[in-house]
């Protein structure tokens, strides 16, 4: 067990909908990551929230939005869903913001079903 | 702008024997090199991380990775495969100003 909760574990919608996804850091971590995996597109890094604030903007489609709550934990948003958005995805958190060497922690995952 | 290469989509070896898994990197200042190793329906798991010293970086689970910069590889290893490492493997670099990027991955099948 990482330490790192995510919510729901399974989540199936239509197409036009809009989900939230949702993430709880392990005690202490500052920083939370949003990962998406697909089988064709493997892991893709989404966005990083740093102490509330966003710190680094990877592959998000401008339907997604994310935020980072006082309490440190996240929500993912995805709006306009389409079929190519189901994907497994992850939140990861670690200790540091900036500096590159902190491993991450994964949670469990959320499994997105578009239908 | 940085990338991993994971040359082998899959890896199979017999228990009781070494297994590699290969790793290739490129990044535009010091590297900082990780494995992750990720069981069906779960998440990623950390294995090990080189940041600086020591070429050799012992991880969990019986897991060593040697850092290599003039091959620019950070290949995964353990002396002793078990049928339990059967998994799906990812290596990851970054350096200090972009994010963590990720090899496609590899599935490492252990055979008893």
């Known amino acids: 067990d990482s330490g790192v909760t995510q919510t729901p574990k399974h989540l199936i919608t239509a197409t036009g909908q809009r989900v939230t996804l949702r993430c709880s850091p392990r005690?202490?971590?500052?920083?939370v990551y949003w990962y998406q995996q697909s089988l064709d597109q493997g892991l893709q890094f989404l966005i990083q929230?740093?102490?509330?604030?966003?710190?680094a903007k990877g592959n998000i489609l401008e339907r997604f939005s994310a935020q980072q709550f006082p309490d440190l934990h996240s929500e993912l948003n995805l709006s306009s869903l389409e079929l190519g958005d189901s994907a497994l995805y992850f939140c990861?958190?670690?200790?540091?913001?900036?500096?590159?060497?902190?491993?991450?922690?994964f949670g469990p995952g959320t499994r997105l079903t578009v239908t | 702008a940085q990338s991993v290469a994971q040359p082998e989509d899959q890896v199979n070896v017999a228990e009781g024997n070494p297994l590699t898994v290969k790793c290739t990197y490129s990044?535009?200042?010091?590297?900082?090199l990780f494995w992750y190793v990720q069981y069906p329906n779960r998440g990623l798991q950390f294995l090990l991380k080189?940041?600086?010293?020591?070429?050799l970086v012992k991880g969990s689970y019986g897991f060593e990775a040697e850092f290599n910069k003039s091959q620019t590889s950070f290949h995964l290893k353990k002396p002793s495969a078990l049928v339990s490492d059967s998994a799906l493997y990812f290596c990851a670099v970054r350096d200090s100003l972009e994010d963590m990027r990720f090899g496609a991955g590899t599935r490492l099948t252990v055979k008893p």
């Open positions: 929230y740093y102490n509330g604030e966003e710190r």
């Open positions: 990861a958190s670690s200790v540091g913001g900036g500096q590159g060497y902190y491993e991450q922690y």
């Open positions: 080189y940041i600086t010293g020591d070429n």
């Open positions: 005690s202490g971590d500052l920083s």
């Open positions: 990044v535009s200042g010091n590297p900082y």
